[in-house]
């Protein structure tokens, strides 16, 4: 049986491009390449690259980029927008939870929820990090976006996404939010790229910054800094709130 990540992405890729949170990918990679201080020798891990926007943008810049995600018609977009740019970027089919790299990369990036906190169990998104950490060079960095566990415990996740919503996009109803699990379960409808409609029940894991720290710090990173992410704006001045809805996290081994 499929996951419902499996099944949103399995035929969603145009669609998705449209989505609001996939507008932001210019000053994302500003921040980026603020953070690896444009060194252009640096070999980037772009973990969930969904179709490729980062991956794109980067490689746009002049650095070297794989990027892998779980779904084939997503990637099969992101080749497809490569291509028409004359871009030449490793796209891969993988399962971030599964191991792939060992000592290769200089930075990681796992952004707008690329596969961690998706996933069904703690366990399999501390596979996701641990994948990813693995992946780095001694002294590599991973920067990595996630939903705030603190945002839920003030605001109506409910409320958030009915602010948000815009025409022809998903939508999402009936959120529960569980503080025993800190998972957010809701029905997510959608159209997908054949214009079918869809339903999925979905859950999604908030976490606490003193979480993620705890998980990075277990996987032998040792500078860990977790700001608010504010969309196409990253910048280690925002200080996280109770009002960020995502967290940014940059951890350095």
């Known amino acids: 049986m499929k996951q419902w990540y499996e099944e949103l992405f399995e035929n969603y ?15 994302e990679c500003d921040f980026i390449e603020k953070e690896i201080n444009y060194d252009k020798a640096a070999k980037i891990l772009d973990v969930g690259c969904g179709t490729g926007r980062h ?6 810049r002049g650095y070297s980029v794989t990027g892998i995600d779980l779904s084939e018609s997503q990637l099969q977009r992101a080749q497809q927008k490569a291509s028409a740019q004359s871009l030449t970027i490793d796209f891969q089919k993988h399962d971030a939870r599964n191991p792939h790299f060992s000592n290769g990369f200089d930075l990681a990036i796992m952004l707008c929820e690329g596969g961690f906190c998706l996933m069904e169990t703690d366990e399999m998104n501390f596979q996701i990090l641990q994948n990813a ?3 780095l060079k001694p002294k590599g ?9 603190l ?4 605001h109506s996740v409910k409320d958030f996404h009915a602010a948000e919503n ?13 503080l025993l699990t800190f998972r957010d379960h809701n029905l997510t ?3 997908d790229d054949s214009g079918n409609k869809k339903s999925l029940d979905c859950n999604e894991r908030y976490y606490v910054p003193s979480e993620i720290s705890w998980l990075l710090k277990s996987l032998d990173f040792i500078s860990i800094d977790i700001f608010g992410a504010k969309l196409g704006a990253f910048s280690r001045n925002d200080t996280l709130t109770t ?3 995502e967290m940014l996290v940059i951890a350095e081994k």
């Open 166 to 178: 815009k025409d022809g996009v998903a939508t999402y109803k009936n959120n529960t939010f569980d």
């Open 55 to 60: 991956s794109i943008e980067l490689s746009k």
């Open 189 to 191: 409808e959608f159209v």
């Open 243 to 245: 009002e960020d809805f």
């Open 151 to 154: 945002f839920p415990l003030f």
């Open 133 to 135: 950490a693995n992946a």
């Open 141 to 149: 960095k991973l920067i990595l976006t996630t939903l705030n566990g």
């Open 13 to 27: 890729a145009e669609t998705y491009d449209t989505e609001v949170f996939t507008k932001g990918t210019m000053g």
